[in-house]
């Protein structure tokens, strides 16, 4: 069993910066895939950021693109998402996901689908306001 926990969410101003954390522990042989998701109040569960095991793929929602850097450290099992210039519009809860296909794990890949992921982290809130 996989255990994922979120840390690093907060409250910012419009424009200022987060770093989220991802940790993975538990009976992993490999490494995997890891998604960032996002829900605000009212509104579906988004993908927002995907990184392939290797860390050589990395995937981006149109509405973060050249604002948010998603990176991994295999070495300390973390996954990391670097937040710049925020807007109110990304206040949102993040979840980190863990992609337990071997499929996708070895093609090095990753899709932004919440139903590739199977083992999730308990979210971090993320409010961008004045």
């Known amino acids: 069993q996989l255990q994922v926990v979120e840390s690093g969410g907060g409250l910012v101003q419009p424009g200022g910066s987060l770093r989220l954390s991802c940790t993975v522990s538990?009976?992993?042989?490999?490494?995997?895939?890891i998604g960032w998701f996002r829900q605000a109040p009212g509104k579906e569960r988004e993908g927002v950021s995907c990184?392939?095991?290797?860390?050589?793929?990395?995937n981006y929602a149109d509405s973060v693109k050249g604002r948010f850097t998603i990176s991994r450290d295999n070495a300390k099992n973390t996954v990391y998402l670097q937040m710049n210039s925020l807007k109110p519009e990304d206040t949102a809860v993040y979840y980190c996901?863990?992609?337990?296909?071997?499929?996708?794990?070895?093609?090095?890949?990753?899709?932004?689908?919440?139903?590739?992921?199977?083992?999730w982290g308990q979210g971090t809130q993320v409010t961008v306001s004045s």
């Open positions: 996901a863990a992609d337990l296909s071997l499929w996708r794990r070895v093609q090095d890949i990753c899709v932004m689908d919440s139903n590739s992921f199977a083992s």
């Open positions: 538990g009976s992993t042989l490999d490494y995997y895939g």
């Open positions: 990184i392939s095991s290797s860390g050589r793929r990395t």
